[in-house]
């Protein structure tokens, strides 16, 4: 009993960074219509920046004891990315708001390309270790089996992260500007909405939340340039099964498939790591738009 729970609070993890991963993808997707391929790089990127304030920025700027500590980092590195995010769209992507889609891809694909060169040219392909916050070093007792605190902490983050954003999108005024924007702008546009301004924070949003995803992940995973291809097309495959643009399908769905995949792993290890692609062969073969997207 002790392993397969074990096993499945460690499905739980997989699944919360799934569920936050895919979140982004579906924000950038459902409201701008962009599959953004550079979402595992950014993921890295995260990692990386708060590493590197954590480690190097002493370093960097000759003052001991200069750093950026964990916290600071899970405020600041989304912030940070989010903007930079904000200003890629408007000064590249919104010149191919009206060309063909296929653009839009090769042009995140492309900056994928140049931020995993560029770290794995400068630290190469070994994973930097990354400290676990000391609050929240060694594990708690449940009787049954022991929790890691870090662990269980990342948990519950991803999911109130994702439960905010599901609101903040789905329930509050803002989130229905952002609908109707990327709906019919030119409407909106007439009734004294700002699109263009939206559609830069869309973006920034759905980045920042991949940036946040590399910072949490950064004390359980060690950092390394290869850290967000690995992952990408597993996100793509957890947004494909809960529906392209669906906020809902891609949180459930993460979760969901980060647990099934914990199962196999239990079940029939060698099946791990293609269960997902499985399941999202058996979802496209009778729901086309995923779990929970709609028909075109």
Not at 168 to 196: D, F, H, K, W
Request: charged content about 10%.
């Amino acid at each position: 009993m002790t392993e397969i729970l074990g096993q499945l609070f460690i499905g739980l993890i997989n699944g919360s960074f799934y569920a936050l991963l895919s979140l982004g993808l579906a924000i950038i997707f459902g409201m701008l219509n962009i599959v953004n391929f550079a979402h595992g790089a950014i993921y890295m990127l995260g990692a990386f920046l708060g590493w590197i304030g954590l480690t190097q920025l002493s370093v960097w700027t000759g003052i001991n004891g200069l750093k950026i500590n964990y916290w600071l980092a899970l405020l600041i590195v989304p912030v940070i990315v989010g903007f930079l995010g904000a200003g890629f769209e408007r000064s590249l992507l919104r010149r191919l708001r009206k060309a063909d889609p296929v653009y839009g891809m090769l042009l995140t694909y492309g900056l994928a390309l140049v931020l995993e060169g560029g770290f794995r040219h400068q630290y190469g392909v070994s994973g930097q270790p990354y400290e676990i916050p000391e609050a929240f070093r060694g594990a708690i007792n449940f009787g049954f089996m022991f929790l890691p605190k870090y662990r269980l902490s990342v948990v519950l983050v991803s999911l109130a992260v994702c439960a905010a954003a599901w609101y903040l999108i789905e329930r509050t005024r803002i989130g229905g500007y952002l609908r109707a924007g990327t709906e019919n702008p030119v409407i909106a546009q007439s009734l004294g909405i700002n699109v263009p301004m939206l559609v830069s924070l869309t973006y920034g949003v759905g980045v920042a939340l991949a940036a946040l995803t590399g910072v949490l992940a950064a004390p359980i995973l060690q950092v390394s340039s290869q850290m967000g291809s690995e992952l990408n097309i597993i996100i793509f495959a957890v947004v494909v099964v809960g529906g392209m643009g669906s906020i809902t399908g891609a949180i459930i769905t993460g979760i969901t498939l980060g647990l099934v995949q914990a199962v196999a792993t239990l079940v029939y290890p060698e099946a791990s790591s293609i269960v997902i692609f499985i399941l999202m062969s058996v979802v496209l073969f009778f729901r086309p738009a995923g779990l929970f997207g709609r028909e075109a």
